[in-house]
């Protein structure tokens, strides 16, 4: 009996043995598996929301480009408007200057007509009545030069007044395109960053 014993415990002991192992590789092979399959549905997932963010950063660009172009096309027309605004200024403005030099041309005209006739109907004047009437045209000239001279100011301010709200309408306009444009900008290099 001892060999059959002897064989019977080695044939248990061999069964036990395989059965260990076998369950040992079971077990290997099913946390492959399970490892595999975890792997894999992780992966999928990645997938899955890799394309939902690849769609949502393209609508987002997409937005912001249609948000940029009519932005622009907005500022556009409103460029445009104030540009036939201070074209029509400047026609007034030139009417005005053209008005001014034409008045003061008809004006000097005048007073040398006076001045003419003045001229003839007193050569026969004395000395004293020559000096006097030298001195009134010396103030005539005088008042006319100091008329003249605030008008041009007077128009002068009038102009540089229109060409500073022009200038400051362009820089009202030029920044928040300039602002969008720099965050545009950041915005894009922020998502390449990562």
Same mark, same amino acid.
């Given at each position: 009996?001892?060999?059959?014993?002897?064989?019977?415990?080695?044939?248990?002991?061999?069964?036990?043995?395989?059965?260990?192992?076998? #369950?040992?590789?079971?077990?290997?092979?099913?946390?492959?598996?399970?490892?595999?399959?975890?792997?894999?549905?992780?992966?999928?997932?990645?997938?899955?929301?890799?394309?939902?963010?690849?769609?949502?950063?393209?609508?987002?660009? #997409?937005?912001?480009?249609?948000?940029?172009?009519?932005?622009?096309?907005?500022?556009?027309?409103?460029?445009?408007?104030?540009?036939?605004?201070?074209?029509?200024?400047?026609?007034?403005?030139?009417?005005?200057?053209?008005?001014?030099?034409?008045?003061?041309?008809?004006?000097? #005209?005048?007073?040398?007509?006076?001045?003419?006739?003045?001229?003839?109907?007193?050569?026969?004047?004395?000395?004293?009545?020559?000096?006097?009437?030298?001195?009134?045209?010396?103030?005539?000239?005088?008042?006319?030069?100091?008329?003249?001279?605030?008008?041009?100011?007077?128009?002068?301010?009038?102009?540089?007044?229109?060409?500073?709200?022009?200038?400051?309408?362009?820089?009202?306009?030029?920044?928040?395109?300039?602002?969008?444009?720099?965050?545009?900008?950041?915005?894009?290099?922020?998502?390449?960053?990562?």
């Amino acid at each position: 009996m001892s060999d059959k014993e002897d064989s019977e415990q080695n044939k248990e002991k061999e069964n036990i043995i395989v059965k260990g192992w076998n #369950e040992f590789v079971s077990n290997i092979t099913k946390g492959y598996n399970n490892f595999q399959k975890n792997i894999e549905e992780s992966s999928k997932k990645n997938t899955e929301l890799w394309n939902q963010n690849q769609e949502k950063i393209n609508k987002f660009f #997409e937005g912001a480009k249609e948000n940029w172009n009519t932005t622009m096309k907005e500022w556009g027309t409103e460029i445009a408007k104030t540009q036939n605004e201070n074209i029509d200024s400047w026609d007034v403005n030139l009417e005005k200057v053209n008005a001014f030099f034409k008045s003061n041309q008809q004006s000097w #005209e005048n007073k040398l007509k006076e001045w003419s006739a003045d001229f003839e109907k007193r050569q026969t004047e004395t000395k004293e009545q020559w000096e006097e009437r030298k001195q009134k045209i010396g103030e005539d000239i005088k008042n006319w030069q100091d008329k003249s001279k605030r008008d041009w100011e007077k128009g002068l301010k009038s102009f540089r007044r229109e060409m500073m709200k022009g200038s400051y309408m362009f820089l009202a306009f030029m920044i928040p395109i300039l602002v969008v444009f720099l965050v545009i900008v950041y915005i894009v290099t922020r998502l390449f960053d990562y």
